[in-house]
């Protein structure tokens, strides 16, 4: 069966490399359809191998793309080792910026501290804040752990040793105090805030 391992977003080369995520957010895409933008199904068969993946690159040559980001139905640190491999495969042999849009849990995710990994495989870490405190966070987010939001500053605040951006994502639906708070976050992390429409 066809799998969509990488699809195109806008001028950016997004990879899907897993379906499993610790969250459920109550506004995940994944719950209204199958696929995003130019894939018609996100939903893998099963998730690919680092051979498969780099097989795709012919597929969609990544000189054509601005940015190669992972991302997809599933958080991509649920696979941390192939992600740093294919990023720095990517990094070695397209010299592309790379993203990775994460929900900030992969220390919870990989029980031990991986901030370090992103060293020389990832350009910007982008982490889905959604509030600014955790009781917020855990009924809009529903993570499987309750220490989830204190574990992604955390990770934000550490990761940043190591990559050279690193940004807060909120959406413009936030009350203007919440949004404030998230900036103040930010602020104290050390690390950007990115404010995105709903729907991007
Ligand atoms: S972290 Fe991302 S993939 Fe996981 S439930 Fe939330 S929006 Fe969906």
Known sequence: MNQTILYKVKNNLYINLTNRCPCDCV???????????GSDNLWLEHEPSFDEVVAEFEKFPPD???????????????????????A???KKEFNKHIRVNTNGL??????????????????TVSI??????????????????DNAFDELL????????????????????????????????????????????LDT
């Open 106 to 123: 992969s220390n919870l995710i990989n029980g031990k501290p991986t901030e370090s990994l992103f060293e020389n495989a990832v350009d």
């Open 154 to 197: 955390k990770f934000a605040s550490n990761v940043k040793q190591y990559v050279p951006e690193v940004i807060f994502t909120i959406v413009d639906v936030l009350s203007k105090d919440d949004t404030e708070k998230c900036r103040k976050l930010a602020e104290k992390c050390g690390v950007k805030l990115r404010i995105r429409k």
């Open 64 to 86: 054509t793309y601005d940015e190669i980001v992972f991302c997809g139905y599933g958080e991509p640190t649920e696979r941390l080792e192939l992600m740093i491999d294919v």
């Open 27 to 37: 506004f995940c895409i994944r719950q209204n359809a199958p696929g995003v933008y």
């Open 88 to 90: 720095k495969y990517a």
């Open 128 to 145: 889905s804040l959604n509030a600014p405190e955790k009781d917020e966070y855990n009924k809009i987010t529903r993570p499987i752990w």
